[in-house]
């Protein structure tokens, strides 16, 4: 089975404009096989890039992308349901489920299911198969002991988060308008100041986790290009890249290069280093440790 | 409402009973249950003799089974259904979909209850639950206001039970892998958050400072009591100013929209705190045991049982959090 790339939904509030463009690039260059649109974090945030989502679509699928819908991740409202319900229900697109209610809505059809649905064995994995998934990304948190068994269900693909903040936690609760003293009702959308989350540092100011929202993500970058033949062997046929605002064509091409083996792991690090100054790469939870925390590969147990 | 009472052991258990539970929930001694610490839990000849003692007392036994079963070892968590079927208890309570799957086929004529930890927050995902699995009740997602409660039991077809005393947990739960990356152990899987073994207290000159895996989750002054440091509690840097990013150092007390909880369809009222001590459910469960009844009679509700209740938070902050839209 050839390896596949997929581009995540962009999980931060960018600027209308820059989030458009970022997907018209994605789709003029990026060597991605799927790329996910939608909103997964905040249901207030949807409206701004609702303007440019059609267009968006059609070139995506005009360069040959196959394009997926991620859905809301906590649906507090039956507001929020109902609307994720329409575009749903709508029929055209795959849409990637993080929110297990859509299943009553995209049951039946093919559909992918995200990271933030709690997949950790075979039994909810080959569920979940047997309702239509084709795909399944698994938790980030997953190690590698529990990936080899799940990609071993054959009747659906397993994907792997592979790069990019880590998705942690989520709450009803807006952390970026707390942090600025303000009410989710009256947030003046102040996510959108910080284009790869607020870095949260300890009290003796070490970067510790970040925010987005009402999302808790992890302050390292995910970085698995180094266990890329481990991952392989297991059967895991896809790999997602969660979009920073760094040049992602650039990661993509990297991590294509690394699966394909053109260039191995220690050099594609060095050179994702040099996309992202400043940036701390984690593969822990892989190897079942802290999920902060970045091992060598032969340091791989546990 | 029903009363829900913790028991973390077989002396806690007595004590729910005695002191008026309706229900108590339980777990195994291991990580099958989201309480997973040292000390505390049933060994199954425990549980099969507590299941006993609380039915002769008029009180029901649910039995969490809540944790997400590791690939590769679906079988423990499997054989704890089926342990808690032949013992009899009343209903067990998951969150997982393939021990969803196998306990509806297995044991069709067990009453399952979907745990806080399967996180279902609106209709459509409680219907989904009810229809694959035969769900009977809901244990909801403390994120809920009770207007958004209201709604939802107005929208579905199965019981609800919901938080009414003791910690806050500000994350969506069964969704928060925080622990699991400062500490790697994940709490989904395990059934520990912040577990004690990565915990250290630190006296430097008359500050403590508290850490979890080696990183500092809070510090605290002479005047301060120096609380356990749970990861979504801690004071935190942003932007250049510390405090508490996620979480006040609060608990969880609805005694002042109990009326409201009632009229919005609320089934049951869940006491929190598996990992109390005997005392702790003694003195909570018969002061709610005393609310509950006056709201039944239509009855004022009695200060004797709402100081009480005051009290056991230890001096902390009291909040009704989430049930309150503010809170967001």
């Known amino acids: 089975m050839k390896a596949r790339l997929s581009l995540g939904p962009v999980l931060f509030n960018w600027p209308p404009e820059q989030w458009r463009d970022f997907y018209l690039r994605v789709a003029d260059e990026a060597d991605v096989d799927a790329v996910h649109v939608g909103e997964v974090v905040c249901s207030k945030r949807q409206p701004f890039v609702a303007p440019h989502f059609a267009a968006v679509i059609d070139r995506l699928r005009r360069a040959g992308k196959e394009v997926v819908y991620s859905s809301l991740a906590l649906v507090t409202n039956e507001r929020d349901a109902g609307q994720m319900h329409e575009l749903c229900a709508e029929g055209g697109l795959t849409v990637e489920i993080n929110d297990i209610g859509l299943l009553r809505v995209v049951g039946g059809r093919p559909h992918v299911i995200g990271p933030l649905i709690n997949i950790y064995n075979e039994g909810t994995l080959a569920y979940l198969a047997d309702q239509g998934a084709v795909r399944a990304c698994l938790p980030p948190e997953l190690p590698l002991s529990s990936i080899d068994r799940l990609a071993a269900v054959k009747k659906i693909a397993v994907e792997v988060f592979t790069f990019g903040r880590m998705p942690l936690a989520l709450s009803a609760r807006c952390f970026h308008a707390r942090a600025h003293h303000l009410h989710k009702d009256g947030c003046q959308f102040v996510c959108g100041n910080d284009p790869d989350g607020l870095v949260v540092e300890t009290l003796d100011r070490k970067p510790f986790l970040a925010v987005n929202g009402m999302q808790v993500m992890s302050h390292t970058c995910c970085n698995l290009l180094g266990e890329f033949a481990t991952l392989r062997k297991a059967g895991v046929g896809w790999f997602r890249l969660s979009p920073m605002s760094t040049d992602m064509v650039a990661v993509a091409r990297l991590y294509r290069l690394v699966l394909n083996k053109r260039i191995d792991a220690a050099d594609g690090t060095k050179q994702l280093a040099e996309l992202l100054p400043g940036v701390v790469f984690s593969n822990g939870f892989l190897k079942g440790r802290e999920g902060r925390a970045f091992l060598a590969a032969d340091e791989l147990g546990a | ?242 405090g508490y990013l996620f979480e006040e150092p609060a608990s969880l007390n609805t005694v002042a929209i109990l009326k409201d909880l009632k009229a919005a369809g609320v089934t049951a009222l869940k006491i929190e705190g598996r990992q109390r001590g005997r005392a702790f459910i003694a003195n909570a469960v018969a002061s709610f045991r005393a609310l509950l009844d006056a709201l039944e009679r239509g009855q004022d509700l009695p200060t004797a049982a709402i100081q009480n209740l005051d009290q056991t938070a230890e001096g902390r902050r009291v909040s009704a959090g989430a049930y309150e839209r503010r809170w967001r």
Not at chain 2, 124 to 137: P, Q, S
Not at chain 2, 175 to 190: F, I, P
Not at chain 2, 228 to 238: A, N
Request: charged share 20%.
């Open chain 2, 1 to 242: 409402m029903e009363l829900v009472c913790p028991a973390g052991n077989p002396a806690a258990l007595r004590a729910a009973v005695e002191a008026g539970a309706d229900s108590a929930y339980v777990g195994f001694r291991d990580e099958t249950n989201a309480r997973n610490f040292p000390g505390l839990n049933f060994s199954p000849e425990e549980l099969r003799e507590g299941i006993g003692l609380a039915h002769a007392g008029g009180c029901k036994v649910y039995v969490a089974i809540n944790t997400f079963p590791r690939a590769g070892a679906e079988d423990i968590w499997r054989r704890a259904v089926a342990n808690a079927a032949e013992f009899g208890a009343d209903a067990v309570i998951l969150a997982d979909i393939g021990l969803l799957e196998y306990t509806a086929r297995r044991f069709p004529k067990l009453r399952i209850h979907l745990s806080v930890q399967a996180g279902a927050s609106h209709a459509e995902a409680i219907a989904f639950y009810a229809e694959a699995f035969g769900v009977r009740r809901v244990v909801l997602p403390r994120m809920l206001t009770v207007a958004d409660i209201a709604a939802l039991n107005r929208a579905i077809t199965v019981e609800t039970e919901t938080f009414a005393y003791s910690i806050m947990c500000p994350m969506a739960e069964g969704r928060c892998a925080l622990s699991a990356y400062v500490t790697g152990e994940s709490a989904n899987a395990a059934g520990v958050c912040s577990p004690t073994s990565q915990v250290r207290y630190d006296r430097e000159g008359d500050v403590v400072v508290t850490r979890l895996g080696g990183s500092i989750i809070n510090r605290f002054g002479p005047d301060e009591t120096a609380g356990y440091p749970t990861l979504c509690k801690g004071r935190f840097v942003v932007n250049g100013v510390a």
